[in-house]
């Protein structure tokens, strides 16, 4: 079975109510290929989800940047699973590097957080990825097995699961891991699924890239085998997201 075509645009902490307006507007006038040929998720701050939601093409769906570990109450400031699930919000992207690094959240931590949402019946983007001191140290996929592993340890049902590889060193940095690179960890991905999950999880899980990814390399890391799609951060604001989501229809003529 061919694995469908992702793209998630990741707004990070990032707009106005006017700017989203304008992001959502750009987004609902532009021909894109079909969601049977490619699935798209933006993901704005938490504030501006219901706006998104509301306004937002129906072909296209959002995803919150992070929930809380577990059922809400005493926690100032998280927001929890049901509350997404209430508001419809279909996705969450969890254990950004972003949260792992600044707010120090463990492999362990991100775990339990995937398995509490996926349990709520969230989609869950799940981000893995190492540091360039770890990829000098040749250590990537030892990095990168830990992380999928603290998830692979918590969650039987991977059909609600996109991975999301993004070399920590590449993202927003203008650096990006090269169609090669991004090929072998997403190929090592796929088989540490096979031999620590199931063969019919390796095949059928997306795993997608993210770091520095624009509309100019886009077609060329899209077209590698394991490479099922993108997580897009800065580019995900501009009208260049659109030539991402195109960037689809490299599977299609594979």
């Given at each position: ?11 990070k902490c990032n707009g106005t ?111 893995v990825g190492e540091t360039l ?17 603290a998830i692979a340890d918590r ?100």
């Open positions: 079975m061919a694995r469908k075509f992702f793209v998630g645009g990741n707004w109510a006017e700017e989203v307006k304008k992001i959502v507007n750009t987004l609902n006038e532009a021909q894109v290929p079909s969601q049977d040929v490619v699935e798209v998720v933006v993901s704005p701050p938490y504030v501006f989800l219901p706006m998104v939601k509301s306004i937002l093409r129906p072909d296209f769906h959002v995803a919150a940047q992070n929930c809380w570990v577990k059922k809400g109450g005493a926690f100032t400031g998280e927001v929890s699973a049901e509350m997404l699930v209430n508001l419809d919000i279909p996705w969450v992207i969890l254990g950004h590097s972003e949260r792992r690094a600044l707010l120090n959240e463990t492999n362990e931590f991100v775990g339990d957080k995937v398995a509490y949402a996926l349990s709520k019946g969230l989609k869950v983007i799940a981000c001191e770890q990829r000098e140290s040749g250590s990537t996929m030892d990095v990168v097995a830990a992380q999928t592993k969650v039987s049902n991977w059909s609600d699961v996109v991975i999301a590889y993004e070399p920590v060193w590449a993202i927003g940095t203008g650096k990006v891991a090269s169609p090669a690179q991004a090929q072998e960890v997403h190929d090592e991905l796929r088989k540490w699924l096979a031999k620590n999950v199931s063969a019919d999880v390796a095949a059928t899980t997306r795993i997608i890239y993210g770091g520095s990814v624009n509309g100019g390399n886009c077609k060329e890391l899209g077209g590698q085998a394991d490479v099922d799609g993108f997580l897009v951060g800065g580019a995900s604001l501009k009208p260049e997201f659109i030539d991402i989501i195109k960037a689809a229809e490299v599977k299609k003529s594979a």
